[in-house]
């Protein structure tokens, strides 16, 4: 389970659009 699973949803947009 990395910790990008963890995170919400949010984070992961922002990091997928970076």
């Given at each position: 389970?990395?910790?990008e699973i963890r995170?919400?949803?949010e984070v992961?947009?922002?990091r997928?659009?970076?």
């Open positions: 389970m990395t910790p995170q919400t949803p992961l947009f922002a997928n659009v970076a």
